[in-house]
Structure formats: C-alpha cells, structure tokens
C-alpha cells in the first residue's frame, strides 16, 4: 500500500486557479533553466533565490497533492497529474477529449526539458503520454484499470518543439480487464510511436469504489 493518503483537500476554484498559475511559471522556469546561458555565479545568485521560494512554498506543505471537484471523469479531479495536470510543473501539460465513442485526443507540443536524443523527444516520456491516453480510453469504456502491460513500438523519432498528435481507443473488455491502442503522431501526419496496453482494474476496487 502507498504511504501517500488518498484522502485530499478539494481546491476551491480561485486556490486552483493560483496554484495553477503557479505551476505555469515553474513550468518556464524548467525550461529556462535547461536552456540558460547565464554564467556560474548567475545560475548560484538564481539558485538562491529558488531556494527561498521553495522554503516560503514549502512552509505550508500538504502531505499529498489536492484535487478539484471533477466534472464528467472522475480521473479529472487530479490536477496533479503528470501528463494533463495543470497544477503539475512536469506535465507539459496534455489536454486530453473523450469523444462519444470513446476515442481519447489531444494535441501537444514538448520543448526541451522532454529531451532524450538531441531534438527529439525521450522514448519514456512518449511511452508516459501514451500510457495515460490509453488509460483514458480504457477508464471510457467504464471499466477503469491501472496498466498492466504496455508495449510502445517507436516507429519514427518524435520531434520537439512542434505540434504532435495523441490518439487512443479501448478494442475490448474482458471481465476487468481491457485492451486499448493508440499512437503518437509529428505535423506530417506520420506515426511516430504505436502503443497497445492491457488495463486491469484491481480486485480491491470492483467491490470499493474508485
Ligand atoms: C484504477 C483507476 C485508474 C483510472 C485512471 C486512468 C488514467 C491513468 C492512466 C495511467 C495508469 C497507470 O499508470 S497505472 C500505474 C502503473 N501500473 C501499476 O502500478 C500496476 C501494478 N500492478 C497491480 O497493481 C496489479 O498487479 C494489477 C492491478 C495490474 C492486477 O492485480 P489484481 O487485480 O490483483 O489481479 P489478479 O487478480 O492477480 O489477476 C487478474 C488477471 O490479470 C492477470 N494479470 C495480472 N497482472 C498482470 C500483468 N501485469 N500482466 C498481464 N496479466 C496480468 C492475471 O494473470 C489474471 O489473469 P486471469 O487468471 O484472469 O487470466
């Protein structure tokens, strides 16, 4: 069992709003840092400086990170997530749709902090994208699961810095497990990387709700 509590604080809309902002600015901060040229006793003075923000942010810490009340999906609620969540600074961050017939899209852009290969962007990263994208489209067809396996076939390198596509759908539910696809595709409409993933939903939550 996580030592995290799933208990958490729900954000009221204008905390969220901040926080979000928040996360935002730290966001460019990443990418500021990875791509600065400022000399050694800058990045020290800058360094100091973060220092102390993180200190003043820290002396109010909750245990784990909040939700908001969420909407149509329940998944929606964790605005800390790592691939969609607005308040997460490490999430690019991803907006995902649910179509009626369940077909999970989104369109994204990953700059430099999600680097692997010079100018392309890192293989976990893509196979991060794709595992929520498919998790979605598993959680659409009302069986939701924690990924089980997931297989990603890197077709083409994926480029930085210009608009990508995610696409996912659920093939099949088998009691509670489900299977689901998707790929990532560059500006030219050719698939990068292909994924395929079997979701389970655990024993524990088929008689607790999730
Ligand atoms: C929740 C809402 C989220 C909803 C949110 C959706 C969006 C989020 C997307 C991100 C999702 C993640 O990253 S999730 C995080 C990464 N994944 C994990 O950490 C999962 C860790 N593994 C587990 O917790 C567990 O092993 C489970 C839940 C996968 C299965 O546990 P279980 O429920 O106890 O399953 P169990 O009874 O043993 O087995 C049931 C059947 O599945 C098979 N089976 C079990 N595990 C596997 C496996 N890894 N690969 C193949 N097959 C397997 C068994 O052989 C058996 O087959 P048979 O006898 O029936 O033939």
């Given at each position: 069992m996580s030592a995290i509590p799933m208990e958490r604080p729900v954000l009221g809309d204008?905390?969220?709003?901040?926080?979000?902002?928040?996360?935002?600015?730290?966001r460019e901060l990443a990418e500021a840092t990875v791509l600065t040229g400022a000399g050694a006793a800058e990045a020290a003075a800058v360094a100091d400086e973060i220092a102390a923000l993180t200190a003043r942010l820290t002396a109010e810490r909750r245990g784990?990170?909040?939700?908001?009340?969420?909407?149509?999906?329940?998944?929606?609620?964790?605005?800390?997530?790592?691939?969609?969540?607005?308040?997460?600074?490490?999430?690019?961050?991803?907006?995902?749709?649910?179509?009626?017939?369940?077909?999970?899209?989104?369109?994204?852009?990953?700059?430099a902090v999600y680097e692997g290969p010079p100018s392309y962007v890192h293989g976990g990263v893509s196979a991060m994208v794709l595992d929520q994208a498919l998790g979605?489209?598993?959680?659409?067809?009302?069986?939701?699961?924690?990924?089980?396996?997931?297989?990603?076939?890197?077709?083409?390198?994926?480029?930085l810095g210009v608009p990508l596509k995610v696409e996912a759908k659920a093939s099949r539910v088998e009691g509670r497990k489900v299977y689901a696809s998707g790929t990532i595709s560059a500006p030219d409409g050719r698939v990068t990387v292909e994924a395929t993933a079997m979701f389970i939903m655990p024993q524990r939550f088929v008689t607790s709700e999730y």
């Open positions: 204008d905390e969220a709003a901040a926080l979000t902002g928040l996360a935002a600015r730290v784990a990170p909040p939700f908001v009340t969420p909407g149509e999906r329940r998944m929606d609620r964790q605005i800390a997530n790592p691939v969609s969540g607005p308040l997460n600074p490490f999430a690019p961050p991803i907006g995902l749709d649910v179509t009626s017939d369940g077909v999970v899209r989104g369109e994204f852009t990953l700059g979605m489209a598993a959680a659409a067809t009302g069986t939701p699961g924690m990924t089980a396996t997931l297989e990603t076939r890197y077709r083409r390198p994926t480029p």
